[in-house]
């Protein structure tokens, strides 16, 4: 058994805005099912207080100037001990953890993310008074970034693992917050803490860390191009012999067509009808002609371009000369949402599209689709394309880090293999796309093959048992690392 500490910057139920907070909603609660000791630090937003029971004060100390109480709860309908880091100044804002209600950044978010990683460094070297010390600390993403390079300069300190859920979100900010954060001098040279004259949060994880990973071994391999590098290949090439890809696992309570209490009736691999009932009901919530002939394809997701929305848009004229439907939601930059909403205006029997941010009906969208489009220009793993899976609602996607990884094209060979679970593209264009997503109507035209292609897909294992195991050997090894480092 090793004391973890998972620090991450959102966990599910507690605040969400994607796929990490459903990583650190549930991998923590795996890990805790092979005995770790496991404990999580996150921000007490207000949103998270509210959403956490029995919330007590653990302790207060000061750190960087702020004074800061952790509260004591645990992660919803687990046993994982939480802490959340309650600092009014910095967390006690409504809505999104990092961007204000014009879509900006905090223009603290630095001194936010900072005050994180020190009182994780502070907890994890037992200084917070919480009588427990961390053999290691996974950190996870920029907002976490600063913590190994903190604790390579302790004595006797816990290793450190840094997980890479998207290379493309770095924390970069003006070398002048380098300075009022009071980092080490000494790290501000590119080998360290500095991007092209600024301060890189991400750096401190990815040069300091004991050991890194990625959320798929195909990004794992990709990060490592200077076209899925943003700049930062070289050093992960550096550090290849440390890095490596573990998938994401899925959290297969809260995701399961068979009790699931958003979606309309539970169904399962040797039951399908109850998929027919979610159909309709989410072409009712959706506004469209209720019809279970038609293919409806679904989409929930952030709308940038990481996700390829921009070739849903050009896509969706041609498309809609089909019999089928779509329904998408999803907020993010506005110039797609508009965008989409717009062409739901003009093709109001075929397509609805709802901007926002809404769970439930993110699970019956799940549930109700025929197939759902992720046509991402990069995916470190994706989990819609693994919820999809399982609620035999068959991927179209682009063929790109863990979507790459997950889903098994309906080839020719794989068809007759019985192996195939979606479609999969190569190009990021609108004609690779479409191509595709036609393959998976004509396919769908055949629906004992469809059938065959479901009960395939929903009975693939995406729960964390194996993932947590890959996990805790990752610990072993960062922790070995960490030791022989600390010989030298
Ligand atoms: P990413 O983390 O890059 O956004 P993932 O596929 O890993 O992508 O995870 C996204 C998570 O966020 C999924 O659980 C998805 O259902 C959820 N999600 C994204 N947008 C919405 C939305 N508008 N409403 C509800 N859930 C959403
Ligand atoms: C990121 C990635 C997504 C991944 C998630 C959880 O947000 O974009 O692909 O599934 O992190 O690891």
């Known amino acids: ?31 805790k099912s092979l005995r770790e000791d496991v404990r ?12 956490a029971q029995h919330v007590k004060t653990a302790t207060r100390f000061d750190i960087a100037g702020y004074a800061i109480t952790l509260l004591e709860t645990r992660l919803p309908g687990t046993q994982v001990k939480t802490w959340l880091v309650d600092c ?11 961007l204000n209600a014009d879509g900006e950044p905090w ?4 001194e ?19 009588d427990w010390r961390a053999d290691l600390v996974h950190c996870n993403d920029w907002q976490t970034g600063l913590v190994p390079a903190f604790l390579q300069g302790e004595a006797d300190r816990p290793a450190t693992v840094f997980t890479i859920h998207n290379l493309a979100y770095q924390g970069l900010f003006p070398y002048e917050k380098f300075v009022s954060l009071h980092l080490p001098p000494a790290m501000w040279t590119h080998h360290q803490l500095e991007f092209h004259g600024q301060l890189s949060f991400i750096k401190g994880g990815l040069v300091f860390a004991d050991r890194l990973n990625t959320v798929s071994p195909t990004y794992a391999k990709e990060i490592q191009s200077p076209e899925f590098g943003n700049g930062l290949d070289g050093l992960l090439r550096h550090r290849s012999t440390a890095l490596n890809g573990i998938l994401n696992g899925i959290n297969g309570d809260e995701w399961n067509p068979n009790r699931d209490e958003h979606t309309a009736a539970p169904f399962n691999a040797n039951t399908l009808t109850g998929k027919t009932t979610n159909k309709l009901a989410l072409q009712s919530a959706f506004g469209l002609v209720q019809n279970s002939k038609p293919a409806l394809i679904g989409n929930v997701g952030r709308m940038v371009e ?23 939601l999803g907020s993010g930059a506005t110039i797609y949402e508009d965008a989409l909403t717009e ?57 790109v880090g863990g979507l790459a990884d997950t889903v098994i094209d309906a080839s020719p060979s794989n068809l007759v293999s019985g192996e195939a679970t979606g479609f999969v593209f190569d ?11 036609e393959r998976a109507i004509k396919c769908f035209g055949d629906q004992k093959l469809w059938r065959r292609m479901q009960r395939t897909a929903m009975r693939q294992d995406h729960s964390w048992r194996h993932s947590a195991h890959e996990y805790v050997s990752l610990y072993t090894l960062a922790m070995q690392a960490a030791k022989s480092k600390q010989k030298a």
């Open 40 to 51: 999580l630090l996150m921000p007490a937003y207000p949103d998270a207080i509210a959403r």
């Open 427 to 437: 190009k990021a264009t609108k004609d690779a796309l479409l191509t595709c997503t």
């Open 1 to 31: 058994m090793s004391r973890i500490l998972f620090a991450t910057s959102e966990a599910h139920p507690l605040m969400k805005t994607g796929g990490l907070a459903d990583v650190a909603g549930s991998l923590p609660r795996a890990l």
């Open 343 to 399: 062409l739901a205006r003009q093709y109001p029997k075929q397509l609805a599209v709802k901007i926002g941010y809404d769970e439930k009906l993110a699970h019956l969208l799940e549930a109700g689709s025929d197939m759902f489009l992720m046509p991402s220009r990069f995916e470190p793993c994706g989990l819609n394309q693994l919820y999809s899976l399982r609620y035999g609602t068959l991927p179209i996607v682009r063929r």
């Open 107 to 110: 223009i603290d978010n630095a």
């Open 306 to 328: 990481q996700k390829g929305v921009d070739l849903v848009v050009q896509a969706l004229p041609q498309l809609l000369a089909h019999p089928v439907q779509v329904v998408i």
């Open 88 to 98: 009014p100044a910095l967390f006690d804002r409504p809505g999104n953890p990092y």
């Open 112 to 130: 936010r993310f900072h005050v994180l990683c020190r009182v994780a460094v502070e907890v994890a070297c037992d200084r917070a008074g919480l």
